[in-house]
């Protein structure tokens, strides 16, 4: 009988002990993903002087399995002496964790459970330190993914999709598993709110963020973020775009905006865009749910209100960019926060050509006043009429991810 385990033993706090029931799927006599996947994530987040969080994660896209441990009874937390893999090679494993398992099948006479050989090779990939928010400058969140194997900056959701390091080294790889899919990415400190340092934290519908560290960072303009990818095929439809919402000086959610650029062959080549779906309303999938509005209501809006934002970012912005610029590969992508109303974006191809700027856009007069937050901030793409586009994207379609920079002031 083979069981894929995962969970902790110690004596810092009990809520640590035992099994943590972290899942896995049986094919058959092998266990895979979840607990028996081949990479394996281990955590430790220094959250406050009085609070830590240990975590395991079976997929360096996806957030890790946490637990918290309150030290307040200790005292404040003065250093971490030692960290770093501890492979047991004693006799715990058999003695005391085998007993106190489930059986999870009937075997008469079952073997009994041995230690763990020395003589089997383990590889410990990287061990990193980084900042978590609110603490981690800007910067922090820019990556080259120059380390082929590590994209533990960046997190990505929507399935089924395959983001990684190892198979073009130097780029993060990003690979849709089929029709009408998309995938979004983001850098770990910046996804969900990025505050611009004018919105009163304790009264704001997107209040319940910042009761939870590592959720939300303050960043007052001006600030840039650039992206650079290289998408290998013109003759099929793709697009990329940076989605985020905007929400206003009080908080309150007024709207998505989604700049970017997309191909479509149909259409003649590229172009720029200001919202990836090409039907009204915001999506398919918003438009036909029921809940949608309820969930606008929830951060201060409503459907009406984030249409309303939409139709009057499409009448007052529009960006005509060079069919020759949006045709480079690589091409990067510059957003940049002006000051608390106005956002420039900017194209370029090559690394010493000029960017391609917008004028200003003053989004702060769409929304009467200054505005206070971003919020759900990544970068992504879709393909498929699911998501109002046209057909005949690639089963396979794949971008390469060159580098995501988070900079400090403007650089143009």
């Excluded at 009937?106 to 459970?113: A, G, M, S």
């Excluded at 000029?354 to 989004?363: K, M």
Aim: charged fraction near 20%; aromatic fraction near 14%; proline fraction near 9%.
């Amino acid at each position: 009988m083979r069981r894929t385990w995962c969970g902790g033993r110690g004596d810092l706090d009990e809520q640590l002990n035992g099994d943590w029931s972290v899942p896995f799927i049986y094919l058959q006599s092998m266990p895979y993903h979840g607990a028996a996947s081949p990479q394996f994530y281990f955590y430790v987040d220094v959250i406050s002087p009085t609070r830590i969080r240990i975590g395991f994660e079976y997929d360096a896209k996806h957030p890790p399995i946490q637990r918290e441990i309150d030290c307040s009874q200790y005292g404040e937390i003065t250093g971490i002496w030692e960290i770093g893999p501890i492979l047991s090679c004693d006799r715990w494993i058999p003695d005391t964790l085998c007993p106190q398992l489930p059986i999870k099948r009937n075997i008469e006479n079952p073997p009994v459970p041995i230690p763990p050989s020395p003589t089997y090779e383990f590889y410990v990939d990287y061990c990193v330190f980084r900042y978590r928010s609110p603490a981690a400058p800007w910067d922090h969140d820019s990556d080259d993914f120059d380390i082929p194997g590590y994209s533990g900056k960046i997190a990505a959701f929507q399935i089924p999709f395959s983001a990684e390091t190892w198979s073009n080294p130097g780029s993060l790889t990003i690979t849709l598993l089929g029709p009408s899919q998309g995938c979004w990415f983001w850098g770990d400190n910046s996804a969900m709110v990025i505050d611009l340092g004018i919105v009163e934290s304790d009264t704001h519908p997107m209040k319940r963020f910042y009761t939870e560290p590592g959720l939300y960072g303050v960043h007052k303009p001006p600030w840039e973020i650039e992206i650079c990818f290289t998408v290998p095929d013109d003759s099929v439809p793709w697009n990329l775009h940076f989605h985020h919402r905007i929400h206003d000086e009080a908080g309150n959610l007024r709207g998505y905006w989604q700049p970017g650029v997309m191909n479509s062959p149909a259409a003649g080549g590229h172009k720029y865009i200001n919202y990836y779906y090409q039907g009204p309303g915001q999506s398919a999938w918003t438009d036909a749910s029921s809940n949608f509005d309820k969930y606008l209501r929830r951060h201060g809006s409503s459907a009406q209100t984030v249409e309303a934002f939409k139709s009057a970012v499409q009448e007052s912005f529009q960006f005509d960019v060079p069919e020759y610029i949006l045709a480079a590969k690589p091409l990067a992508m510059l957003y940049q926060m002006v000051d608390h109303a106005h956002v420039r974006i900017g194209f370029k191809g090559g690394e010493d050509d000029r960017w391609h700027l917008s004028e200003p856009f003053d989004i702060g007069g769409i929304l009467n006043g200054r505005i206070g937050l971003l919020s759900e901030n990544n970068w992504g793409t879709v393909k498929g009429r699911a998501w109002g586009l046209e057909p005949g994207s690639p089963m396979y379609q794949q971008f390469l991810i060159h580098h995501i920079h988070y900079r400090y002031g403007l650089s143009v």
